[in-house]
T-cell receptor, first 111, second 117 residues
Framework: QKEVEQDPGPLSVPEGAIVSLNCTYSNSAFQYFMWYRQYSRKGPELLMY????GNKEDGRFTAQVDKSSKYISLFIRDSQPSDSATYLC???????????FGSGTKLNVKP | EAGVAQSPRYKIIEKRQSVAFWCNPI?????LYWYQQILGQGPKLLIQFQNNGVVDDSQLPKDRFSAERLKGVDSTLKIQPAKLEDSAVYLCASSQMRGGVSGNTIYFGEGSWLTVV
């Protein structure tokens, strides 16, 4: 079983839709959860960072962590064509500098 | 604050040739990573340095890949001889472990895109 599972998509939505991207994980020691956005031919860019459980909001983006279910989500409200990219989830354990990545979900927002 | 710098951005070589990639991490970041990312997949860790020591190189194909981080700052990743399956983007990343709520985050460079023909 992989440490982190992520639906590869692709996910295609119309502009303005609410997008939900998800990852599941198996290691209960994970405390830090990240979402990266990767545009074509670019490196991953840190989008959201969450420590432990709960929600974190930044503009149109909301990151949600449910440690009891070992499940994390990224919600994008009012999606824009510029949000079209691959979204990677990543996580690490407390005081441990090793990161585990999902395989990425490719999102296409149609104008 | 300057980000992670990588070069070259793009490289095309023939199989059995050699190639080297360079990385300069974010200033003050003690941990440096090299990842391989094949199209449609997540990053796969090749090697992790803490200062200039190797922490994890368990997935580095040591018969053809080598990496060094002299003086605990810049790093180079070399492939010799290259195979067709090495075609991928090589991502350098760095992190500064703080622990607690400030926690750990990892920052990537733009990547070095390798095509082996």
């Amino acid at each position: 079983q992989k440490e982190v599972e992520q639906d590869p998509g692709p996910l295609s939505v119309p502009e303005g839709a609410i997008v939900s991207l998800n990852c599941t994980y198996s290691n209960s020691a994970f405390q830090y959860f990240m979402w990266y956005r990767q545009y074509s031919r670019k490196g991953p860019e840190l989008l959201m960072y969450t420590y432990s459980s709960g929600n974190k909001e930044d503009g149109r983006f909301t990151a949600q962590v449910d440690k009891s279910s070992k499940y994390i989500s990224l919600f994008i409200r009012d999606s824009q064509p510029s949000d079209s990219a691959t979204y990677l989830c990543a996580m690490s354990a407390y005081n441990f500098n090793k990161f585990y990545f999902g395989s990425g979900t490719k999102l296409n927002v149609k104008p | 604050e300057a980000g992670v710098a990588q070069s070259p951005r793009y490289k095309i070589i023939e199989k059995r040739q050699s190639v080297a990639f360079w990385c300069n991490p974010i200033s003050g970041h003690a941990t440096l990573y090299w990842y391989q990312q094949i199209l449609g997949q997540g990053p796969k860790l090749l090697i992790q340095f803490q200062n200039n020591g190797v922490v994890d190189d368990s997935q580095l194909p040591k018969d053809r890949f080598s990496a060094e981080r002299l003086k605990g700052v810049d790093s180079t990743l070399k492939i010799q001889p290259a195979k067709l399956e090495d075609s991928a983007v090589y991502l350098c990343a760095s992190s500064q472990m703080r622990g607690g709520v400030s926690g750990n985050t990892i920052y990537f460079g733009e990547g070095s895109w390798l095509t082996v023909v």
